[in-house]
């Protein structure tokens, strides 16, 4: 156990404050501190991605963080993306393409995805393959979340998906 | 390619717990943490076999946060778990039988009191002799994972016959001989085993867990723990992924024990994935000894096939997995002449257990690698012996079970052979890049449908019409991922004539839901989708009735249900189900039904020893093609195309169908190319996730899914159960693929790249 330390930064869009053992892995704070469970642990060891937020703008692995990285950052998680009554389109076009089976890897491969979209916004098949390839998914063959990519960088474009 | 799919991508509805998972709003098992709640965690062996000679919990208990640490000693009831054989300690008192064995639960306040209490834990073993090798097991001088038991280490053997094997194969004209063996495989569901537990004031037990079989993990809680099984109640949410590893205890009898010292408090369990490897079921390793005989014009004419599974130390489905891997031996062919026998060993490795494809993968790998084999001999091309000798509708399989109507998997073969990766091929083999080489396989899979002969394949479907004039369907099987929810979601639907929005879906809760079988054995939609349609018919009808009260009609079955209400067509009025909800009192509000999956009517007279499971009715077809390229310097293959033809019934969603299969492809690619516990001494040496590789998004091709017109009448909505069929065929098509790049014949799985490179070395001296 550490010294508490007073941290503050942007969490989806909202400036918050605690304060806590710096020490302590950020999945954990974000999971049990402001209750965002989004963010799953399926290895704790950045092996599988299921942890992914976006950390100004990059995704970053919320296991491998420590609360006190969290500092003066601005984190996004799934939940700050877009929510089932106002979805982000991207999250829409994981929905639509039959991306999502167990999900339990979605919300880190959405991540995955905005960090992808934002840098390339009109990515082929092969580039979306490369940006989820730190996302494990055990139930898809991934055919479909790539489908769901590229459908979300067109309706981002403006395009029809 | 590209194009095609884009043109077909008509994605339809999206299933309805898309959107929650997409946006991370699902709530899983491991996102539940009651206020207050306290954390749960096992001391495990670390050695392969020994005698407990010391456990000492007291520097455990002295660790500031630890509220207790618990031991056989404090295990009420018959300490054993297990599905079919009890066999299995929720925590071991004497003796451990492999690296994952439970010897003591600790619980404390926070994670870093638990890792505290679980490192002080003092405990020391005897060494015993091991056994890791399941021939080896089945000596006479191999060391005995149950001393008092019965039968020493074997756990189960069984044999299947039709006519006159041994007579048969010494009258052909070719016959092949080969030993084919696959490896033990993790099933790496995203979400690790976990759960929580709450013993109330009153006596009752609640749980919330991420399993595939809450009823019957009622049923093996009570047992190992002395409890009764209606005083348990197990909620299982959205699981992050199963896949049958998660079909079998693995937190809840834990749990529940420490549930039953600290009354009153809410405890969790959270398997990392470290310990989800060590401690976790695992597939079968097999190794399968077969002789396949033919006439010189192809026509088959006997197998003989001996299989042996490796059970680890306790039982689990060990019997029924080697039962179902027997009655797929022969593979989708019409074969007079069969001897296939089963053996299964106790040994000291990792826990075999159920894992999707259930003992067919092994059976699938060993039968079209004979197959190949005996083209070869024949000197004929792969495929066209298999659509020679494939099984058709009527005809008897190689147990001896009349094959029902339907697609069969001549069909299935034939569609591959009609599509453009297939008639493409050779042009694709030439095209591949410098120091590559390409190859394409094409083999015949089969899966059946369902718990088999003995064992009811059952489930109960409760629908409820609300006071406001919706309904609530209470699923009764659990969601690994498979969409089995929302497929039942949009079957009331349709059935009831309403939006898919107005039907809400309760997930599996023992305390509101009938009773059905687990979410298993390519079973989980015919069989509650069946359930849950009858419960439709009865309530459309029921509310067609009331309906005609309020319209003042004396011919009810002219009602329609409409969006809301039910219709008049003749009138045109309407009266809204919210009016007639109002009328009715709960328990008419309910209907309830069951349905029970028919099984064979005239089994045959073998494989008498089995029970429970055998034979199977129905069956899947289908055929896989896949495409390799192996790199001449390293050896290293890409799985660059794959196609998955099945006759699986009528096609409910086309994404839902694309959605099993692909996904179920992917993890047979992944047991084909990369996946492997490197187990030494019983111990897993790949236990994390940067050893133990599964396929990435670099590692899989865009997998193409073609469902062929079919239709199986007894089914819901004309469906068949397809959650497995397309994990057996990667394998073997690799297999055969990586023969025609480099000459390669894999009589193993994973193929890594050594043996790749050594086939290529034996090409280029």
């Known amino acids: 156990m550490n010294e508490p330390m007073d941290i503050a930064f942007r969490l989806n869009g909202r400036p918050v404050e605690l304060t806590t053992d710096p020490g302590r892995r950020a999945i954990d704070v974000l999971r049990e501190d402001f209750g965002l469970t989004a963010a799953k642990e399926g290895c704790g060891s950045g092996e599988c991605g299921a942890c992914a937020v976006l950390v100004d703008g990059t995704a970053r692995l919320s296991c491998l963080m420590l609360a006190a990285q969290l500092h003066g950052r601005d984190l996004t998680t799934a939940e700050g993306l877009g929510r089932p009554d106002a979805p982000h389109p991207i999250q829409t076009a994981f929905a639509v393409h039959g991306a999502v089976q167990c999900g339990y890897c979605t919300p880190g491969m959405t991540i995955a995805a905005a960090e992808l979209l934002a840098r390339d916004p009109a990515p082929d098949r092969e580039a979306a393959r490369r940006a989820l390839s730190g996302n494990l998914c055990r139930c898809t063959g991934y055919v479909k979340i790539v489908d769901a990519v590229l459908a979300a960088g067109a309706a981002l474009r403006g395009e029809e998906s | ?311 680890g130390p306790y039982a689990h489905l060990s019997g029924e997995i080697m039962e179902l891997g027997m009655e797929h031996a022969g593979g989708p062919y019409r074969i007079p002449h069969v001897r296939i026998e089963g053996s299964c060993a106790y040994t000291n490795n990792p826990v075999g257990g159920a894992f999707r494809g259930f003992g067919v993968v092994q059976a699938c790998f060993a039968v079209e690698r004979a197959m190949d084999m005996l083209a070869r001999r024949l000197g004929r091309a792969p495929e066209s012996l298999r659509l020679q000798n494939a099984l058709r509708p009527g005809e008897t399989s190689a147990v001896g079970v009349a094959a029902e109507p339907g697609t069969d998997v001549a069909a299935c073969l034939n569609a591959a052979l009609a599509h453009p990766l297939w008639t493409g091929r050779e042009a694709w083999k030439q095209a591949a890049p410098a120091f590559t080489r390409r190859g394409v396989g094409l083999v015949a899979v089969q899966n059946a449908m369902g718990y088999g002969r003995g064992l009811p394949d059952h489930a109960t479907a409760k629908l409820e019409l609300t006071r406001q004039g919706t309904f609530r369907l209470y699923n009764s099987v659990p969601d690994m991922g498979q969409g089995n929810a929302a497929a039942f979601v949009a079957m009331a639907a349709q059935a009831l004539g309403q939006p898919e929005a107005a039907v809400a879906c309760v997930q599996p809760d023992t305390a509101a839901c009938p009773p059905a079988g687990s979410s298993s054995a390519s079973r989980t939609v015919y069989t509650f989708g069946n359930a849950l349609l009858r419960a439709c018919r009865t309530m459309a009808e029921k509310l067609r009735n009331r309906a005609a009260l309020a319209l003042l009609c004396d011919t009810p079955d002219r009602l329609v249900l409409t969006p809301g209400g039910v219709s008049d067509p003749a009138t045109g009025r309407f009266v809204p189900l919210s009016v007639l909800a109002g009328f009715l009192i709960r328990d008419d509000r309910i209907c309830i039904d069951q349905f029970v999956m028919p099984v064979v009517e005239n089994p045959p007279d073998t494989g008498r020893e089995f029970k429970l499971g055998f034979p199977h009715r129905y069956f899947t077809y289908g055929a896989c093609l896949c495409g390799v390229e192996a790199d001449e310097l390293t050896g290293r293959v890409r799985l660059v195309q794959c196609l998955l033809t099945v006759a699986c019934g009528k096609v409910f969603t086309l994404a839902g169908v694309e959605q099993q299969l692909a996904g179920a492809a992917a993890q047979g690619a992944g047991l084909a190319l990369f996946e492997e516990l490197a187990l030494e001494g019983g111990r897993i040496r790949a236990g994390d996730l940067s050893t133990y590789l599964i396929p990435t998004s670099l590692d899989l091709p865009d997998i193409d899914c073609l469902p062929l017109p079919d239709d199986e009448p007894s089914g819901p909505l004309g469906i068949k159960g397809m959650g497995e069929v397309g994990i057996h065929g990667p394998g073997p098509a690799v297999a055969q693929a990586l023969f025609d790049a480099v000459g390669l014949d894999a009589a193993s799985l994973p193929i890594t790249p050594e043996v790749v490179l050594a086939a290529l070395e034996e090409l280029t001296p």
């Open chain 2, 1 to 311: 390619m590209d194009a095609d799919r884009d043109k077909g991508a008509s994605p339809g509805a999206p299933r309805v717990d898309a959107l929650d998972k997409a946006c991370g709003r699902q709530r899983y098992a491991a996102d539940e943490t009651p206020p207050g709640c306290l954390l749960a965690g096992v001391k495990r062996a670390g050695i392969p076999h020994g005698r407990i000679v010391r456990l000492d919990t007291a520097a455990a208990r002295a660790v500031p946060g630890v509220v207790t640490v618990l031991t056989r000693a404090d295990v009420p009831g018959t300490n054993r778990q297990g599905i079919v054989h009890k066999d299995q300690p929720v925590l071991c008192g004497q003796r451990v039988r492999h690296h994952g064995d439970p010897v003591a639960l600790v619980v404390a306040e926070n994670k870093d009191a638990l890792a505290a209490g679980l490192a002080a834990v003092e405990v020391a073993f005897e060494a015993l002799p091991a056994v890791f090798d399941p021939e080896e097991a089945l000596s006479p001088n191999a060391p005995l994972v149950h001393p008092d038991r019965e039968g020493g280490n074997l756990l189960a053997h069984g044999l299947m016959e039709k006519g006159d094997a041994e007579s048969a194969l010494a009258g052909c004209d070719v016959v092949v001989a080969g030993r084919f063996a696959t490896p033990a495989q993790d099933h790496v569901s995203l979400e690790p085993p976990n759960g929580l537990a709450r013993l109330a004031p009153s006596g009752r037990l609640t749980m919330v867990v991420s399993t595939q079989a809450p009823f019957r993990d009622r049923f093996e809680i009570a047992q190992a723990l002395g409890l009764d099984p209606q005083r348990i109640r197990i909620r299982a949410p959205y699981l992050g992924g199963g896949f049958g590893g998660k079909d079998g205890a693995t937190v809840q009898c834990l749990l529940a024990l420490a549930a039953l010292r600290l009354p009153g408090r809410w405890i969790k369990m959270a398997w990392s994935r470290e310990e989800t490897f060590l401690a976790g079921y695992k597939r079968h390793a097999a190794v399968m000894d077969i002789r396949l005989g033919a006439r010189a014009d192809g026509t088959l004419e006997a197998i003989a096939c001996a299989m042996c599974f490796d059970a």
